[in-house]
């Protein structure tokens, strides 16, 4: 399995900016993609950004503009840069893996990310 440890959380101001890694380790052959996934309490998960092997990338409509998602190039650590943070983005963030291949979707353990004041 692939083994996904988020760091970069925290408390920001609002405006304010945050950068998020995740890095994969395991078995990581055959990921067809990574992302990052936010849940709000009281909310169900929501898709923040995706990248896949080729390096195409899909944002939440909530997010273009203020986000960007990136990669190594050994494709290990996914990074995902947050600016103009406002309150609707606390949330605990996750990182995930996709191997459609082998029917695998992997999941980090998620990282707090609290905009306020």
């Known amino acids: 399995q692939v083994q996904l440890v988020e760091s970069g959380g925290g408390l920001v101001q609002p405006g304010g900016s945050l950068r998020l890694s995740c890095v994969a380790s395991?078995?990581?052959?055959?990921?067809?993609?990574m992302g990052w996934y936010r849940q709000a309490p009281g909310k169900q998960r929501e898709l923040v950004a995706t990248i896949t092997s080729s390096g195409t990338t899909n944002y939440a409509d909530s997010v273009k503009g203020r986000f960007t998602i990136s990669r190594t190039n050994a494709k290990n650590t996914v990074y995902l840069e947050m600016n103009s943070l406002n309150p609707s983005d606390t949330a605990v963030y996750h990182c995930?893996?996709?191997?459609?291949?082998?029917?695998?979707?992997?999941w980090g353990q998620g990282t707090q990310v609290t905009v306020s004041s």
């Open positions: 995930n893996a996709v191997q459609a291949g082998i029917g695998r979707t992997s």
């Open positions: 395991g078995s990581i052959f055959s990921v067809n993609s």
